[in-house]
């Protein structure tokens, strides 16, 4: 099991560029969630998927985009690149179905950096 | 929405010695809350975790402890060691089919004096 699989590990990026940050999971979850992480700071959630084809806001999402087209894949996408985007990009997967519970696990992030 | 204040924001202890984090959340209906450590440059990792139906839970040198009541949790490192140094959160959730979102504290920086 590789568990979350983000891709790439860093990347800069113009102003006003475009890129989608990859997130694979083999764990078979059905949740898969994409956090910021600011320098110094905690983690802020921008999407989440609830299962293949569902996708709902965060706390942060504007700026953003996600979609959820397998179980495994939970792409997010950045428009319009601008410096406040500078951060640590996390992905991260969990199981809920009734009384079952896999907590969250977290990929190896992706620092992006916009100047 | 939730809300998860943790305290302090940095805490230094002689090795050895325990430390204590500690957080409080808003949302009465919470029941599921998770510690994650954040090694530099690394992953959050979860390193123990607590529902709200137990008060306690320990594996080996960390411990948490849930009052409800006060809506309030902790996280307890005993016999502190070099490798404990790392930021620490806390997070709190509804665990419940469909409605699965982490809220996480602003976390803890743990500095393990030698």
């Known amino acids: 099991n590789a568990g979350v699989t983000q891709t790439p590990k860093f990347r800069i990026l113009k102003i006003g560029q475009s890129m989608t940050l990859q997130c694979a999971q083999d764990?078979?979850?059905?949740?898969m969630y994409w956090y910021r992480q600011d320098p110094g700071m905690g983690l802020k959630l921008i999407y989440y998927?609830?299962?293949?084809?569902?996708?709902d806001k965060g706390e942060v999402p504007n700026g953003y985009n996600v979609s959820r087209s397998t179980t495994e894949d939970f792409p997010l996408r950045l428009e319009l690149a601008a410096p406040s985007q500078t951060s640590v990009y996390f992905c991260a997967s969990s199981y809920t179905s009734g009384t079952q519970y896999q907590p969250q696990h977290f990929g190896d992030g992706t620092r992006l950096s916009i100047l | 929405g939730e809300n998860v204040e943790q305290h302090p924001s940095t805490l230094s202890v002689q090795e050895g010695d325990s430390a204590v984090i500690k957080c409080t959340y808003s949302?009465?209906?919470?029941?599921?809350f998770p510690w994650y450590k954040q090694e530099l440059g690394k992953r959050p990792q979860l390193i123990i975790d607590?529902?709200?139906?137990?008060g306690e839970k320990k594996d080996q040198r960390i411990a948490v402890t849930l009052n409800k009541t006060a809506k309030h949790f902790s996280l307890h490192i005993t016999e502190t060691q070099p490798e404990d140094s790392a930021v620490y959160f806390c997070a709190a959730s509804i665990v419940d089919f469909g409605n699965e979102k982490l809220t996480f504290g602003t976390g803890t920086r743990l500095t393990i004096i030698p």
């Open positions: 998927s609830v299962g293949a084809g569902i996708t």
């Open positions: 607590i529902r709200s139906n137990v």
């Open positions: 949302d009465s209906a919470s029941n599921y």
């Open positions: 764990m078979n979850h059905n949740y």
